[in-house]
């Protein structure tokens, strides 16, 4: 019994040898591995963008309701039909940024307390006009340009699908200060998936930024 147990020390210590050889390979590899980020660090600034973005759409979708209302008052039914239209169509990309902010490992909580402007429906226009150029201009081009930078194509969309409705709205407003314009009964479309906006008359049989069918447009009359 004693000789066969001499026998097989060596392998024993062979054994030994590989395993602490292993233990000792895995440790170096933990203690040299470059530190993963978690998701949050990773995409800190995209979603501190795109949180932003969430904000700025949450205060205008309460406040074009609360301007399609004074409208309303003033029986300009038409500008009330597009502050209504640009109100669903700010909530929707206020989703999607949030939804985007959560699946990137972050959180969005809307803001808590909201101003909401009072005057006639002349000076909500023009204060409306200026407030979309103004945050298209400061934001659409870091916003996006940091995003590519962090190669988040999907949050690069998002962002440029904000500052392109935008736009539209902004052009939709002006519209409804011509006077030749003024008086005509449009109805507004928008898409349900990311907010893009229409007026009827020269809506597209499918949005062009996310390819949805014209069918399921939401409509404004």
Not at 16 to 32: C, D, E, N, P, R
Request: aromatic share 10%.
């Amino acid at each position: 019994m004693a000789i066969r147990i001499m026998k097989l020390r060596p392998l024993f210590i062979l054994l030994l040898f590989v395993v602490s050889t292993a233990i000792l390979g895995w440790i170096y590899y933990k203690a040299t591995r470059p530190r993963q980020k978690p998701a949050g660090e990773t995409w800190h600034e995209v979603i501190a963008d795109l949180d932003a973005c969430c904000r700025r759409k949450h205060v205008k979708s309460m406040q074009y309701d609360h301007f399609a209302a004074i409208a309303e008052e003033e029986s300009r039914r038409q500008i009330a039909r597009l502050f209504r239209a640009m109100a669903l169509s700010e909530r929707l990309q206020e989703y999607n940024c949030a939804d985007a902010i959560h699946q990137l490992g972050g959180e969005y909580l809307p803001p808590e307390k909201i101003v909401l402007f009072r005057g006639t429906t002349d000076g909500n226009l023009e204060r409306s006009i200026a407030y979309e150029l103004r945050t298209t201009a400061e934001c659409k081009c870091g916003e996006i340009d940091r995003a590519m930078a962090k190669d988040n194509r999907f949050a690069a969309r998002l962002l440029t699908w904000s500052s392109s409705v935008d736009m539209r709205h902004a052009a939709f407003m002006h519209l409804c200060r011509v006077p030749e314009e003024a008086t005509a009964d449009w109805e507004y479309l928008v898409c349900p998936h990311c907010g893009n906006l229409f007026i009827s008359a020269y809506c597209e049989p499918y949005c062009p930024f996310c390819l949805t069918a014209g069918e399921e447009f939401v409509r404004f009359d």
